[in-house]
């Protein structure tokens, strides 16, 4: 059975930092964290694929950074100088297809969520 399990959520102020954690059962080549702010659609923030290419929404370039631990099936978030608008349930995607977009097909499994929330 498929498991992603995020970690690491949290309330932080403005110009902060947060890491999230996403615990996968297995490797999956394209793996992804997308967003979901409240009233808002689910949007994705990063992809990383299985020759660690890696891409980034552009209101998120600079200041996040996604990687992976291929050892021990571990993918990762580092958000720095974090804004109110960051604010949104944070989701870990995976997939096994040899594309790596921000398409739900190429992204079958889901973990539950994180949250973040960050005040001005």
């Known amino acids: 059975q498929v498991q992603l399990v995020e970690s690491g959520g949290g309330s932080v102020q403005a110009g902060g930092s947060l890491q999230l954690s996403c615990v996968t059962s297995g490797f999956f080549p394209c793996l992804a964290w997308f967003r979901q702010a409240p009233g808002k659609e689910r949007e994705g923030v990063a992809t990383i694929d299985g020759l660690s290419r890696i891409t980034y929404r552009d209101s998120v370039k600079g200041r996040f950074t996604i990687s992976r631990d291929r050892h021990n099936d571990r993918l990762y978030l580092q958000m720095d100088s974090l804004k109110p608008d960051d604010t949104a349930m944070y989701y870990c995607?995976?997939?096994?297809?040899?594309?790596?977009?921000?398409?739900?097909?190429?992204?079958?499994?889901w973990g539950q969520g994180t949250q973040v929330t960050v005040s001005s």
């Open positions: 995607a995976a997939g096994r297809a040899p594309s790596c977009t921000y398409d739900r097909q190429d992204l079958p499994y």
